[in-house]
Every structure is written in structure tokens, then in C-alpha cells.
């Protein structure tokens, strides 16, 4: 019995690799965090959470071609989470994680999620900069449920590459919910540090070559964005659900000023069909 356990954790993580390959276009999404696990808190609300749950889908999806370009492209957005009680996770927005807190209207813990990072084709205005390299992500959160707000803190490390610290606060709440549908609406800031500004937005003969038509530009830490977002789930029986996903950004501190920044607005919309076992 433990084999065969060991064997389909072992497929869902291969899985879960493969998918995230696929999605890899998706590296200028414009979501808030907090929309990788709209309502989990609050599933203990909801009666006895079960063992596993398990969630597979997939959709389309529509943003920029870099976060701070004006040109929008479209992408595949394929779906896997997987949940073991209300202790683990594995899925393609929360990464890898495990709650150490947990009770009726909080959670707390630490996972590690990826940055896909960012290629210097993904358009044309960035001919002359250099790769940014996909990194492991280290990341710990907190969140805890005042009826109904949830607010959501997450601190999150890259591991390699450019090695920037990011910080997120945000907060959300369901303003429809029901059987059938459940609809989240909520904001979020986001804090950078220095290696994390100059790796995105920052121009230096470190992140371009001698054809770079960029003028040198030092992108400071502090506030990277606000961010609005919203989300909701159609539930056509126990198990086969839509999900619509919208989000809005507005670019702040010194990203405004990076000559990388075609536009300081930006927003990303996903709609996805999904199965859950």
C-alpha cells in the first residue's frame, strides 16, 4: 500500500514538473498571490476537510509579454493542485508546501515555489538585455481570517540566480458565495528588494550586451506594485468547476522610472475548466 501511495505522489510531482514547463509562458501573469489559494483558509468552515483532494484543469490564458510591456500575448494555463488534509500542498500557483500552524480561520507554514524568470525574446523591446534565470523560491506565510476578510503576508527568497527578496500584503474576501458559485475580490502591495528591482527593471552592463539600446538605469528596493484582483469558481456538481481569474497592476517605486517599462499599467485574465477527484 505504501508503494503504491509512494507511486502516485511520485507521478503527481512529475506531473506537476511537467506542467510547469508547459506553463512557463506565463512568467508576466499579473495575479496576486492570494489567488493561488482563494479560500483555503476557509475550508474548515466548511465541515471535516477531506484526506486528499486532488484538482486537475486546464484553460487559456491572456498578459503581457513582460511585466511593464504594452504588448499582450496569449498562453496555455494548465491547473494541478493537490492537497493531503490541511497540512500539504502541491499545485502550480502555491508551489510545494506544508502548513505548520493551522486551525479553523489561519494557516501558516513554508513551501518552495519557482520564478520562471525572464528571456530576453519574450518581445522585441528587450533585444539587448540578458536572460534572467528561472530560480527556486524559498517562501513563508501567514494567513488568518477576520470574518470574512482574509489577510495574507508572504515573504518569498530566491534561492539563485538573482537572489531578490520579495515581500506581499494583501487582502481579499468572498462577495458571492453559495453552493454554486464563489466570487473573491481583494488587493495586494508588493515589496522588492534592491537584487530583485535591478534584476527586472534595472539596466547595467551586468543584465545587457553592447547592443543594448538602454540607457543605464539603477532600480532601487522598495514598493514594486499594487496589485487588484478577482476570482471565481462555477460549480456545475461535485466535481467539474470553471474558474475565471482577472487581475490588474499598477507599477511603483522605481519600476515606474526603468526604461525596460512600456507601460506602468498592466492586467492578466485566465479561465480554466477543472476536475477535482
Not at 498571490?33 to 483532494?53: H, K, T, Y
Not at 504588448?71 to 508546501?97: F, H, N, Q, V, W
Not at 530560480?135 to 495574507?152: D, H, R
Amino acid at each position: 500500500m505504501r508503494g503504491v501511495v509512494r507511486g502516485i505522489l511520485g507521478l503527481c510531482c512529475g506531473l506537476a514538473l511537467v506542467l510547469a514547463a508547459q506553463g512557463a509562458s506565463a512568467q508576466a501573469a499579473i495575479f496576486t498571490d492570494w489567488q493561488n489559494s482563494s479560500g483555503i483558509v476557509m475550508r474548515p468552515l466548511g465541515g471535516p476537510i477531506p484526506d486528499w483532494s486532488i484538482t486537475l484543469g486546464a484553460g487559456v490564458a491572456v498578459m503581457p509579454a513582460y511585466e511593464g510591456s504594452n504588448k499582450m500575448r496569449p498562453s496555455t494555463a494548465p491547473d494541478l493542485d493537490i492537497r493531503y488534509k490541511d497540512l500539504a500542498y502541491l499545485s502550480m500557483g502555491e508551489g510545494i508546501g506544508y502548513n505548520v500552524l493551522r486551525g479553523t480561520n489561519y494557516r501558516a507554514g513554508f513551501g518552495l515555489t519557482y520564478d520562471i524568470g525572464r528571456e530576453h525574446n519574450a518581445a522585441t523591446r528587450l533585444e539587448g538585455t540578458k536572460n534572467i534565470d528561472p530560480a527556486p523560491v524559498a517562501k513563508g506565510f501567514v494567513q488568518y481570517m477576520f470574518v470574512p476578510v482574509v489577510l495574507s503576508v508572504d515573504v518569498k527568497q530566491a534561492l539563485t540566480s538573482y537572489q531578490g527578496l520579495t515581500a506581499d500584503f494583501s487582502a481579499y474576501m468572498p462577495v458571492v458565495g453559495n453552493e454554486k458559485l464563489q466570487i473573491f475580490v481583494g488587493p495586494e502591495i508588493t515589496l522588492a528588494d534592491s537584487r530583485y528591482m535591478q534584476a527586472y527593471f534595472g539596466v547595467n552592463p551586468q543584465n545587457t550586451d553592447a547592443q543594448s539600446h538602454f540607457r543605464n538605469y539603477s532600480a532601487s528596493g522598495g514598493l514594486k506594485d499594487a496589485r487588484l484582483g478577482a476570482s471565481g469558481m462555477y460549480h456545475f456538481d461535485d466535481h467539474w468547476f470553471v474558474d475565471l481569474t482577472v487581475g490588474g497592476e499598477r507599477l511603483l517605486g522605481s519600476a515606474v522610472g526603468s526604461p525596460i517599462v512600456q507601460d506602468k499599467w498592466g492586467w492578466s485574465a485566465a479561465g480554466t475548466v477543472n476536475y477535482t477527484f
